[in-house]
């Protein structure tokens, strides 16, 4: 006699084995994504630990990073890249002085006095001391931001890099992009060829300096050999981002993602 299948017992059967099958998938996928932003994470943080010669610095700003903003990280610059890619760098191999045709200058912080008044501040002083040295042996173009600039008095061929005001009269924030910019656009006016351009500026704003110059067509760029670079944070500084190493590096990072 022929035996019927019930289609009644069949179908609990498949529902169940769809079921397993479904939560095998999804706890796959939760388990690849769990390990690939740890990943992710710990390779960036190894590299940083190498730029920044200080690991345990490293180690606090990656795990305060976002989710989002590794994702950013990582769209930008793949795992297999973290290594090596530029984009990462804080100490890029400085060029030869000789080499220098031009000298683009980044201030950095300020300080602010009791009436608001906003001033240049120690470390621009000494990012111009570092210029007057280099341009003593270097008789180069100097573009520099104005709160160096303005110590740059007697200094031969410096154009100053002024903030702008907009339309409703207040003063525009100049960026890092903006001073590049803004060389660039005052070199063309003046018929001058920037060539090689050297970079001057805080220490641990060396990488993204060099980002916003190439970015900005300024190649071949790179920090004169020789000069010395002021690194030590100033705690007064108007800028809040730039009174210590952790909330510079914070900022930094995450503004490198307008570089690329």
């Known amino acids: 006699m022929r035996r019927i299948v019930t289609p009644f017992l069949i179908t609990p059967l498949l529902v169940v ?37 200080d690991p345990a610095l490293a180690k606090e700003i990656v795990a305060g990073l976002s989710p989002e903003t590794l994702a950013s ?109 803004q060389a660039q656009e005052k070199a063309q006016a003046a018929g001058v060829h920037l060539g090689t351009v050297g970079v001057v500026c805080f220490a641990d704003h060396v990488g993204r300096c060099l980002l916003t110059t190439e970015k900005a067509g300024l190649t071949p760029a790179g920090i004169p050999k020789g000069i010395t670079l002021p690194s030590t944070y100033d705690t007064q500084s108007g800028q809040p981002w730039t009174r210590d190493r952790k909330s510079y590096l914070q900022t930094d990072l995450v503004g490198r993602l307008a570089t690329l």
């Open 17 to 53: 084995a769809l079921v397993a099958l479904l939560a095998a998938t999804a706890a796959a996928q939760t388990t690849t994504t769990a390990t690939t932003a740890p990943s992710y994470a710990a390779a960036l943080e190894a590299r940083l630990a190498k730029e920044w010669k």
């Open 73 to 181: 990280l990582a769209a930008k610059v793949p795992q297999a890249q973290v290594a090596t890619s530029p984009f990462l760098a804080y100490r890029p191999k400085p060029i030869a002085a000789k080499q220098v045709d031009s000298l683009i200058v980044f201030s950095f912080g300020n300080r602010v006095d009791a009436t608001g008044t906003a001033t240049a501040g120690p470390t621009n002083e000494q990012l111009a001391m570092a210029v007057k040295q280099f341009v003593a042996k270097h008789k180069v173009p100097v573009y520099a931001q104005h709160e160096v600039a303005q110590f740059l008095t007697g200094v031969p061929n410096v154009t100053s890099i002024d903030e702008t005001v907009g339309a409703d009269g207040k003063v525009v924030y100049l960026s890092t992009a903006g001073v590049a910019q």
